[in-house]
């Protein structure tokens, strides 16, 4: 067995169905979500067979987001605070930015903003 890092021409030979979704799925302007530029998929490979892989996205993350409870509900409080992290978040080159919604409220707005779910997400450090 080998393990190496797949070149964009054969990350079709992937099997796992989530990863196969992920490489299927497009943003809005027809991008590609996993764009070679900031992502690899690490496979191993049996008697040249992938049984086993993962993707490694580089991906600009939102965190932090919070509304006063006096401000709470304000459609143009949610809308400026969206409108200026787009921005930003486009000046540092980023096509999407990531999150994660723990509370229904906000991942109806991820929905609403054309947000494409990915499985639960976990920090994993990588020092041996």
Same mark, same amino acid.
């Given at each position: 067995?080998?393990? @190496?890092?797949?070149?964009?021409?054969?990350?079709? @030979?992937?099997?796992?169905?989530?990863? @196969?979704?992920?490489?299927?799925?497009?943003?809005?302007?027809?991008?590609?979500?996993?764009?070679?530029?900031?992502?690899?998929?690490?496979?191993?490979?049996?008697?040249?067979?992938?049984?086993?892989?993962?993707?490694?996205?580089?991906?600009?993350?939102?965190?932090?987001?919070?509304?006063?409870?006096?401000?709470?509900?304000?459609?143009?409080?949610?809308?400026?605070?969206?409108?200026?992290?787009?921005?930003?978040?486009?000046?540092?080159?980023?096509?999407?930015?990531?999150?994660?919604?723990?509370?229904?409220?906000?991942?109806?707005?991820?929905?609403?903003?054309?947000?494409?779910?990915?499985?639960?997400?976990?920090?994993?450090?990588?020092?041996?």
């Amino acid at each position: 067995m080998t393990a @190496r890092v797949l070149p964009p021409a054969e990350w079709f @030979r992937v099997e796992d169905p989530e990863t @196969r979704a992920l490489l299927a799925s497009t943003l809005e302007d027809g991008a590609p979500v996993l764009d070679p530029k900031t992502t690899a998929i690490i496979a191993v490979e049996d008697e040249g067979r992938v049984v086993a892989s993962q993707v490694l996205i580089t991906v600009s993350h939102l965190e932090g987001s919070f509304v006063a409870e006096t401000h709470t509900g304000r459609a143009d409080v949610i809308f400026l605070l969206l409108k200026t992290m787009k921005a930003e978040a486009r000046r540092q080159g980023h096509r999407k930015v990531t999150t994660i919604a723990t509370e229904p409220q906000v991942a109806a707005l991820c929905r609403a903003l054309r947000g494409i779910k990915i499985p639960q997400q976990y920090a994993i450090p990588t020092e041996e």
